[in-house]
Structure formats: structure tokens, C-alpha cells
Nanobody, 132 residues
Framework: VQLVESGGGLVQSGGSLRLSCEAPGLNFHDYAIGWFRQGAGTEREPVACINSADGPYYVDSVKGRFTISGDNSRSTVYLQMNRLEPEDTAVYTC???????????????????????????WGRGTLVTVSS
């Protein structure tokens, strides 16, 4: 599965960006798509996840600010990011997993990191920089 992110860039605090994750040919009915991020000196963390089964997942720090959505006709998943904060600065990467429960991203972080969050395929990432 090939995943290609776009939409990153530099934005001022309080601003917005929309990231896109294109997954040509991917059957969204069978796959979950997750957005992850890794800031300088930090471990990769999940940000949001969407699938056709158990609804979207958001990490607490982005709830109410970020929205994940999918467009099956374009094989694309979006991450709308509003009210961005400097702490959101990171490389954002999308990933896909077959028959994956987004709710599992709330499990033990050390375990999830050890299995690379159980994702099957990863994109190369797009940089988001939020200036104060």
C-alpha cells in the first residue's frame, strides 16, 4: 500500500492546515488510516484514526481542534487541524492497517511503540511547523 502525505507547512499559532493522505487503490472498508506525529526528541504518537467500524479516534491533546475524514472517491484521508499550537510542530505521517480497530490506539503506549502501532504501511511524512 502506497501512502503519500501532503499539506504540511509553516503556520502561525492559532492558524489552520489540512493534511491529505492519498492511498490509491486502498479499500477504505477494510483498512484503517491513522495519522501519527513525531516532534524533535519525542517518540511517535498517534494523533487520529478513522475506519469504517468503530469510529474516529483522537489523542486527547487534539480533541476539539483536529478532525479526521475520508473521501472514498478520492482514496484520500484528511486531517483538518485548527487552532494550531507550537506544541503541534512535528512530522505528520499517515499509516494504514488491515482490519484495525482505531480504539486500540488507546492501549499501552510502550507496547504499541514496540509493534510500530500495528500499522502495515507508512507514508514518508509531511512537516508541520507552528510558530508562536
Amino acid at each position: 500500500v502506497q501512502l503519500v502525505e501532503s499539506g504540511g507547512g509553516l503556520v502561525q499559532s492559532g492558524g489552520s492546515l489540512r493534511l491529505s493522505c492519498e492511498a490509491p487503490g486502498l479499500n477504505f472498508h477494510d483498512y484503517a488510516i491513522g495519522w501519527f506525529r513525531q516532534g524533535a526528541g519525542t517518540e511517535r504518537e498517534p494523533v487520529a484514526c478513522i475506519n469504517s467500524a468503530d469510529g474516529p479516534y483522537y489523542v486527547d491533546s487534539v480533541k476539539g481542534r483536529f478532525t479526521i475524514s475520508g473521501d472514498n472517491s478520492r482514496s484520500t484521508v484528511y486531517l483538518q487541524m485548527n487552532r494550531l499550537e507550537p506544541e503541534d510542530t512535528a512530522v505528520y505521517t499517515c499509516a494504514a492497517a488491515f482490519h484495525y480497530r482505531c480504539a486500540d490506539l488507546a492501549d499501552n503506549r510502550d507496547f504499541l511503540l514496540s509493534i510500530n502501532y500495528g500499522m502495515d504501511s507508512w507514508g514518508r511524512g509531511t512537516l508541520v511547523t507552528v510558530s508562536s
